[in-house]
């Protein structure tokens, strides 16, 4: 066989594309006779693996008794052979010369994927940062006029003691005057307390909302570095790929080169030769042709995350409740608790029924304990229920509401409560029409009324109608409502959902719907809602079908994310936060007068 390898097609020939004319010309010649060199072959050795030999060996030689056939016989039988191949070659022949052009695509939506990523990234944390700077500078507008609300009622009370003063004057100056300047101190002292209450107030409040700056940038910091470096990974992983895919194309093109230039040659011996070999290497080529890469459906591909998810974990509530104070004891049977609301002052509004003439108006301070209460007549109700409803309106100040349209500004230190009704303010008022729920922008001097119906209803902070707020198809009525930065929650008691609404001009647009508690069965209503300083919204979602069960739940600022639910004991009837002991809490009072004070940890 040494003096006919010469004239023998290799594998090496073939992957290398080193099959040169001079080459495939040495290859059309007549071999000899392996035994007889000075003649040519006439036949192939298929026993040999067709090996060319003179008829002298094949009749008479070692091959003798050899599978001895006609070359003509042999090359058409291989070319055949080889066509078959060539269609198994031509299916593959897609997806070898797309591989790079998909490669390609997949960089390019790789490069994409980064720059929208980058783009959310920046654009959530350019809005979450904007939303923070509105907090502080709404929190610093508030001590600025909560300062001058303590200088006016400063004034009002020296005014009215220099008043009795006068009409005591002959009686007793030297004692009008010593007690005159006694009631001052104290009165200076008191306000100079509260004063004191507001700087620290206000100064955790605004150390908190600064500290939620400093972890939304570190968030920020981390998801943009978290696409830089899935980006890296993903393209050297398509580096690679399409490097494998160079050298594929570059095998499967050499084969097909050197295939087609052996069968344009026609020459039997050439294909009695070099086919067979050239089907065997075939095999691995279609097996490696056929090999897709299915991690290129991942690798164009980022995974940005969400910084609203991510900073949504800097607020965590306290597994058990820190304290339970019980605020009811000892009241009327008919006595409960409807709704709660704090002021700046430190002290806590809680409003509820007593009979089916009366509601009350409770304050309490930040640690549960009576400060005053006052009975307000009411048109009497067979069902006793009035759904008194409160909200802060500015330092010492609140609006009340009950259902049946009679709302008023209560004064918690002078105890005073103006009153008027709805049919007053509104001219088209139906009296048909019920209200359930109250808030409150202290900021822009807005009351928002909400009621039975589509209708919110919106007053000037002197109980002036300003003009009427219509919510969006698919919320029902308003059964509880708060303000979140330039939006308005509202609870949808009877719609069965919460949602985030704008409230500029006269039709509300829903931003987003909060996740409801469906997955967790029953039908699931939110009843009660409030945010903290950090802009965290929490509701309390009751279930109505089946035993009663309430839930408290706590949303990212946006209300995207549903972060934590919580049952809670009791049929719970107020939430909201106040600052107390250096740190915000959560407060949750239940009907029957259960207040329940849970830590909101803020995470490092």
């Avoid at 700087?199 to 920020?220: C, F, N, P």
Wanted: proline residues 3%.
């Amino acid at each position: 066989m040494k003096e006919h390898k010469g004239s023998i097609l290799s594998l090496t020939e073939i992957r290398e594309q080193k099959l040169t004319m001079e080459r495939l010309a040495s290859l059309t010649e007549t071999p000899r006779c392996q035994s007889h060199v000075d003649k040519p072959a006439e036949v192939c050795c298929g026993t040999c693996q067709n090996l060319p030999v003179c008829m002298v060996c094949a009749q008479f030689g070692k091959h003798k008794a050899h599978d001895i056939q006609d070359v003509d016989v042999v090359a058409e039988k291989e070319r055949s052979s080889i066509g078959e191949t060539m269609v198994m070659l031509e299916q593959c022949s897609d997806n070898v010369n797309q591989l790079p052009v998909r490669v390609e695509k997949v960089k390019k939506k790789l490069s994409e994927g980064i720059s929208a990523a980058k783009k959310k990234l920046e654009s959530q944390h350019t809005k979450l940062s904007g939303q923070i700077q509105r907090r502080l500078k709404d929190n610093d507008e508030m001590l600025k006029r909560n300062r001058k609300e303590i200088d006016d009622v400063e004034k009002q009370e020296v005014a009215e003691l220099e008043e009795e003063r006068k009409k005591e004057i002959e009686a007793a100056v030297k004692k009008i005057n010593d007690k005159f300047d006694k009631l001052v101190r104290e009165r200076r002292a008191k306000n100079q307390y509260l004063e004191n209450v507001l700087e620290t107030l206000h100064g955790e409040r605004g150390g908190r909302i600064s500290k939620g700056t400093t972890l939304v940038d570190r968030a920020y910091k981390g998801l943009d570095s978290s696409v830089d470096e899935q980006g890296n990974t993903h393209g050297e992983e398509l580096e690679k790929i399409s490097n494998e895919a160079a050298k594929r194309k570059m095998r499967y093109d050499n084969f097909r080169s050197t295939t087609s230039s052996i069968l344009a040659s026609k020459d039997n011996w050439t294909g009695a030769q070099c086919l067979p070999d050239i089907s065997k290497a075939s095999d691995p080529l279609i097996r490696e042709s056929k090999k897709d890469f299915p991690e290129l459906e991942y690798l164009g591909q980022i995974e940005a995350g969400d910084l609203n998810t991510t900073v949504g974990g800097i607020v965590r509530i306290t597994g058990e409740p820190e304290s339970m104070v019980d605020i009811g004891g000892g009241k009327a049977e008919g006595w409960n608790v409807a709704h709660m609301r704090p002021t700046d002052s430190g002290s806590i509004v809680i409003t509820g029924d007593v009979d089916n003439e009366h509601t009350h108006i409770t304050v309490i301070d930040r640690e549960g304990k009576l400060i005053s209460t006052d009975q307000i007549q009411q048109r009497k109700r067979e069902d006793g229920l009035f759904f008194p409803r409160c909200s802060p309106l500015s330092l010492f100040k609140l609006v009340t509401t009950c259902v049946d349209g009679n709302i008023g500004i209560y004064n918690t230190q002078t105890r005073s409560h103006i009153r008027k009704h709805m049919s007053d303010l509104v001219d088209d008022w139906d009296d048909q029409e019920q209200v359930f729920s109250v808030a409150t922008d202290q900021i822009n001097k807005n009351v928002y009324i909400g009621t039975c119906s589509r209708d919110v209803f919106v007053l000037d902070d002197m109980l002036n109608y300003r003009h009427t707020l219509q919510l969006p198809q698919g919320i029902e009525a308003s059964f509880d409502m708060v303000i979140h930065d330039d939006n308005l929650i509202v609870c949808d008691f009877w719609g069965k959902k919460a949602g985030i609404l704008t409230r500029e001009g006269p039709g509300a647009k829903l931003v987003c719907e909060l996740p409801n508690l469906d997955h967790m069965g029953g039908d699931w209503v939110p009843s009660r809602v409030c945010t903290n300083c950090n802009g965290f919204v929490y509701i309390i979602w009751l279930r109505i079908s089946g035993q009663l069960r309430f839930i408290l739940t706590q949303y990212s600022p946006d209300g995207h994310n549903l972060l934590i639910t919580k049952d809670v004991e009791g049929d719970v009837s107020g939430i909201d936060t106040v600052f107390t002991d250096g740190s915000e809490k959560l407060l949750l009072v239940t009907e029957k007068g259960k207040l329940y004070r849970y830590g909101l940890v803020m995470e490092t």
